[in-house]
């Protein structure tokens, strides 16, 4: 990418200026954005199998019991009982990966990968704290913004019986 170049290229310059005794070239590793997705997709298996296994595991016995008495099978069980009451714990492990895998992206730019992390690895061989927080700042806001947005499909996920919150209220029951 030219840019890219450019950029490097103009680092290379400020830190020869700067830093005299530095050599005049910014050697990097270059590996580039397949392996840097590839291994944000590894990092975030965890915590979305974990808090899976864990909503699937743990869902009303009271349920489960109750599913298995009118015949499910074990399919059938998984399918419309444990899964849906697991939903929101499963979305909870999505928000948790996506938000962790946004800050977690910036160091790509330490491969070559590129993204907000670039500015941040610049300002850092700068000693540029401007620098820095011009790739710092935007990363918390799209964290706090994809937490946001995760945090709406979450509850909304959540099977009726199980969502609280402002709209919802408990049905009165009918006087007599």
Do not use: C, W
Request: hydrophobic residues 50%; charged residues 20%; glycine residues 10%.
């Amino acid at each position: 990418d030219g840019g890219r170049r450019q950029r490097e290229a103009h680092v290379a310059e400020e830190l020869a200026v700067r830093h005299p005794q530095r050599p005049r070239r910014v050697h990097r590793l270059r590996v580039g954005v397949a392996p840097a997705i590839a291994a944000l997709f590894l990092y975030a298996l965890l915590p979305i199998v974990r808090n899976t296994y864990t909503g699937v595991r743990d869902a009303d016995p009271e349920a489960v019991d109750a599913a298995r008495a009118l015949g499910m099978t074990d399919g059938q069980l998984l399918r419309h009982v444990r899964l849906p009451l697991a939903a929101p714990t499963i979305m909870a492990g999505v928000r948790t990966a996506a938000v962790i895998n946004v800050g977690t992206a910036t160091l790509a730019a330490f491969i070559g990968a590129g993204g907000l992390g670039d500015p941040i690895v610049a300002g850092l061989a700068l000693s540029d704290t401007r620098m820095i927080l011009a790739g710092a700042i935007p990363a918390a806001l799209l964290a706090f913004l994809v937490d946001l947005a995760l945090g709406v499909v979450e509850r909304a996920t959540a099977p009726k019986g199980l969502r609280t919150g402002a709209g919802h209220r408990p049905r009165a029951s009918p006087r007599r």
